[in-house]
């Protein structure tokens, strides 16, 4: 068995939670500016997950959901997911992003992952509060996927971690396997391997033996 970590946002989705939270309540463009100087590794990744989560203060929550229910997996993933899940695989997913964005993308194309470690907005009075919680805002993801790995005996040298951003490069860092998905400029030299689709990183796996034909 091999442990697969996924990162959300930018990997297993091509949707940003954060800017489809930010159409609801127009302060989209803000939250992608700051979005794309965290994953450039411009500012620190806490602080600009801080910014964005202060953007939506009083946004209501049912307005919230409606963007949770925008969020999508990219075409293979499902099917990529549960073909690692039939193989023996522990599948996790490791994002700064939130717990009911991954849900809700999850439940849409009934696949299950093994793990999810995920950040939350907090809701009070039927809006959101402004912060943000979770072990991923200070915590990193190598911490993480090295408690994952230790809790079902699995080896670092059996992972394999798939990401895009700076937030991902701890991971990255020492994993097994390094995969790019299509990876920020600050990080593809971090990466063993790159890929742009999940076909693509589909056929690295199986070729890697991860996955039969």
């Known amino acids: 068995m091999a442990l697969f970590a996924f990162d959300f946002d ?3 989705s091509d949707s940003e939670m954060t800017v489809l939270l930010g159409d609801r309540f127009g302060v989209a463009e803000d939250m992608a500016t700051i979005t794309e100087r965290a994953m450039n590794d411009e500012i620190e990744y806490a602080e600009s997950l801080r910014q964005r989560a202060a953007l939506l203060e009083d946004l ?3 307005d919230a959901q409606r963007a949770f229910e925008e969020v999508v997996l990219r075409p293979d993933a499902a ?3 549960a073909a690692l899940r039939e193989a023996g695989h522990h599948v996790a997913i490791l994002t700064g992003g939130f717990e ?3 849900a809700e993308a999850l439940a849409r194309e009934g696949v299950d992952v093994d793990t999810i470690v995920a950040n939350r907005l907090p809701v ?3 809006a959101l509060t402004g912060a943000v919680e ?3 805002i200070e915590g990193t993801k190598d911490e993480a996927l090295e408690t994952l790995a230790a809790d079902h005996s699995v080896d670092l040298a059996e992972t394999v971690a798939i990401g895009d951003g700076a ?3 701890p991971m990255l860092q020492v994993a097994g396997l390094a995969v790019g998905f299509e990876p920020k400029a600050a990080v593809a030299p971090h990466c063993d391997v790159e890929v ?3 076909a693509e990183l589909r056929e690295l796996l199986v070729a890697d033996g991860y996955l039969e034909a």
């Open 10 to 12: 930018g990997t297993l």
């Open 60 to 62: 209501p929550d049912e």
């Open 124 to 126: 009070a009075d039927g």
């Open 134 to 136: 979770g072990p991923l």
């Open 100 to 102: 009911r964005g991954v």
């Open 167 to 169: 937030n991902d490069l």
């Open 196 to 198: 742009t689709t999940t």
């Open 79 to 81: 099917e990529l997911i």
